[in-house]
C-alpha cells in the first residue's frame, strides 16, 4: 500500500488534468463532480471485477479538472471514477504500468510513458470518437461520438498488419485502437466481469 500511496502522490503532485476529451458544447455532462465520494468510489469500482477494484486507488475528477484521490489503495491498481465527461461515466481500472498510459494521454505527451505493458477494465463501456470511418483521439471536429461495450485493453505498442487485427471495432471484437500513433494498443470488447476467475 505504501508504494502505491507514494506512486499516486507523484502523479497528482504533476498536476495532472483530463484529457479534451469531455463533453462538447451543448452535450450533457455525467454529474459526476456532484456525486459523493461514496458514489465515486461505487462509480470507479464498477470498471472492474471485485478483485481488482476491491483495494484499488480511487481517482475522480475535481470541479477544476484536475484528478482528485477519493480513497488510498491497497493493491496495484488505480480506479478512475470518470474519462470523458459524458452524459454516463466511463470509469477505468488499471494497473500502474495502464496508469502512466493514462496519465500521458491526459497530460498530452507524444508518447506514453510506461516502460513495460498495462491492462486496463471498462466494465461499463465507454466512447470513441469517429471521423471519416477511422477513429480519432478525442472529438475533432466532424468527428461521431460512439459508444463502445464493455472491454478490456493491453495499453502497449501494436501494429494491426503484424498482429493480423483490424484497425476498427468489427463482429469479432478485438481491434487496435489508435493505430499508426504511439498510443495504439489492443481493444477487446469482452466484459470483463466475464473474464476466468472474475
Known sequence: MKKNTVFMAALLALGISLPATAAGPGEARSGIQDMSDEELIRV???????QISGEAAILAPGHDGTLRTVLEGANEFTCIADLSGQETPDPVCT???????FMSVFNDEPRPANTGPGIAYMAQGGW??????????????GATRVKEPPHWML????????AGLPEVPN???????YEGSPYAHLMVYQDPNDLPGG
Do not use: K, N, T
Not at 128 to 141: K, L, S, Y
Open 155 to 162: 495499453l502497449w505498442p501494436i501494429e494491426a498488419g503484424q
Open 44 to 50: 470507479a469500482r464498477s470498471a472492474a471485477p471485485p
Open 95 to 101: 494497473d500502474r504500468a495502464g496508469l502512466e498510459w
Open 128 to 141: 470513441h470518437w469517429e471521423r471519416d470511418g477511422e477513429i480519432v483521439m478525442g472529438p475533432a471536429e
Open 171 to 177: 463482429r469479432f471484437g478485438a481491434y487496435v485502437m
